[in-house]
Each structure stands twice: as C-alpha cells, then as structure tokens.
Nanobody, 113 residues
Framework: ARLAESGGGSVQPGGSLRLSCATS????????MDWYRQPPGRGREWVAR???????NYSDSVRGRFTISTDKTSDTLWLQMNNLKVEDTAVYYC????????WGPGTQVTVSS
C-alpha cells in the first residue's frame, strides 16, 4: 500500500484547510484509516480515525473542529480542518489504522498570524 498526503499550507488562526490522502493498494470500503500529525520538535500524535462503516473518532484537541471522511469510489481519505489554531502546526500523515510503517511524505500545515 502507498500513501500520498496533500493539501497543506499556511493559514492564519481561525482559517481552514482540507487535506487529502491518495491511497494505492488500499480499499477504503474495508479498511480503517488514521490521520496523524507531528508538531515541530515533537513525536507523531494520533488525530482521527474512520472505519469502513464511517464511524469516526477524534483526539480531544481536534474534536469539533476537524472532520475525517472518505471517498470510497476513489479510495481517498480527507481531513477537513476548521478553526485552525497555532498549535495545529505540524506535518500531517495518513496511514492504515494501527500500522506504524509505510508512511507517506506527509503534508505541512502551518498556522500563524
């Protein structure tokens, strides 16, 4: 399976971004997927999960602001990020749920005024 994240950028606090994760070799109709992020100088942290039935879970830090979703026709994973905060600054990664290998290059999100 291969993963490629995109959609990152620089925004001001309160702004929005929509990240995408193009997958190859993964069928989102049967797979659960995670979004992770790695803030500057810190380890990778879990952000959100969606399972094959569309059930979602979020970390406390993003719940109510971020929305994870999938397009099963294109096997694409999305992360809609609203009301962004400075502390959301990080490189964002997608992966199969629970897998700690095969990471993509990530996409940089920078939130600053």
């Amino acid at each position: 399976a291969r993963l490629a994240e995109s959609g990152g950028g620089s925004v001001q606090p309160g702004g929005s971004l929509r990240l995408s994760c193009a997958t190859s070799g993964i069928r989102l109709s049967v797979a659960a997927m995670d979004w992770y992020r790695q803030p500057p100088g810190r380890g990778r942290e879990w952000v959100a999960r969606i399972n094959s039935r569309g059930i979602t879970n979020y970390s406390d830090s993003v719940r109510g602001r971020f929305t994870i979703s999938t397009d099963k026709t294109s096997d694409t994973l999305w992360l809609q990020m609203n009301n962004l905060k400075v502390e959301d600054t990080a490189v964002y990664y997608c992966n199969l749920a629970g897998r700690d290998q095969g990471w993509g290059p990530g996409t940089q999100v920078t939130v600053s005024s």
